[in-house]
């Protein structure tokens, strides 16, 4: 894909998101039901047009399958949407490679997510238990791992795992904020753009390098 497509594909995506939040924030609900699932294939195609990594695009449409399915009210919805959430953070934690990463960060995620699979656990239906531990620990790993890929991965790491707490609270019937379903889309739109860009950030460095090194050669 032609990077000129890349700006034009941006703000779709932002405009996408706009009418999904105001969809979830006011309604009516086909606003959100329409928009929700382009977010994740413009943005897909935005970073196509950057000429990302293969696996940035695919987390991303991992991503949309998950959106899609988690828009159908059922339980085995619910549990398909989150097995496509998973895919995608196994794609991002193969896209952030072997680097290390700092122990203090490493040392607060664990703490987090021990305390909050305890304090919710009474709180989830019998069935969700194991897979939502699972899903929990996949999703720490990946905003763990995110930081190897700077400042901007790092919060999208972050931000993704406070979406999915937020609808993980709200399934175990925990006091909610206000609008909650907008708090949950914000913070997760607001993530994979973040992780997005983190993930764009070393691969146009690498692309400029590669030039810089095909020009001295020809000079």
Same mark, same amino acid.
């Given at each position: 894909?032609?990077?000129?497509?890349?700006?034009?594909?941006?703000?779709?995506?932002?405009?996408? +998101?706009?009418?999904?939040?105001?969809?979830?924030?006011?309604?009516?609900?086909?606003?959100?039901?329409?928009?929700?699932?382009?977010?994740?294939?413009?943005?897909?195609?935005?970073?196509?047009?950057?000429?990302?990594?293969?696996?940035?695009?695919?987390?991303?449409?991992?991503?949309?399958?998950?959106?899609?399915?988690?828009?159908?009210?059922?339980?085995?919805?619910?549990?398909?949407?989150?097995?496509?959430?998973?895919?995608?953070?196994? +794609?991002?934690?193969?896209?952030?490679?072997?680097?290390?990463?700092?122990?203090?960060?490493?040392?607060?995620?664990?703490?987090?997510?021990?305390?909050?699979?305890?304090?919710?656990?009474?709180?989830?239906?019998?069935?969700?238990?194991?897979?939502?531990?699972?899903?929990?620990?996949?999703?720490?790993?990946?905003?763990?791992?995110?930081?190897?890929?700077?400042?901007?991965?790092?919060?999208?790491?972050?931000?993704?795992?406070?979406?999915?707490?937020?609808?993980?609270?709200?399934?175990?019937?925990?006091?909610?904020?206000?609008?909650?379903?907008?708090?949950?889309?914000?913070?997760?739109?607001?993530?994979?753009?973040?992780?997005?860009?983190?993930?764009?950030?070393?691969?146009?460095?690498?692309?400029?390098?590669?030039?810089?090194?095909?020009?001295?050669?020809?000079?």
């Amino acid at each position: 894909m032609n990077e000129r497509f890349a700006r034009p594909l941006l703000i779709a995506f932002l405009v996408a +998101c706009a009418v999904d939040l105001v969809g979830v924030l006011t309604g009516p609900d086909w606003l959100h039901l329409g928009a929700k699932p382009l977010l994740m294939p413009l943005l897909a195609g935005y970073a196509l047009a950057r000429r990302g990594p293969r696996l940035l695009i695919a987390a991303l449409l991992c991503g949309w399958a998950g959106d899609v399915f988690l828009l159908i009210d059922s339980d085995l919805a619910f549990l398909v949407g989150m097995a496509g959430f998973a895919a995608g953070h196994v +794609c991002y934690l193969v896209l952030f490679g072997r680097a290390r990463g700092a122990l203090i960060p490493a040392l607060v995620y664990a703490v987090v997510l021990t305390a909050f699979l305890v304090l919710i656990w009474d709180g989830l239906p019998a069935g969700l238990r194991i897979p939502v531990a699972g899903y929990s620990l996949l999703l720490t790993a990946m905003a763990y791992r995110s930081g190897v890929l700077g400042r901007y991965a790092a919060t999208g790491g972050a931000l993704f795992l406070l979406s999915d707490a937020l609808i993980a609270t709200g399934i175990a019937d925990w006091p909610q904020l206000p609008a909650p379903g907008f708090w949950v889309m914000l913070t997760y739109v607001a993530a994979q753009l973040l992780l997005t860009l983190g993930a764009l950030a070393p691969a146009r460095r690498e692309a400029g390098s590669g030039a810089y090194r095909e020009r001295s050669i020809s000079i």
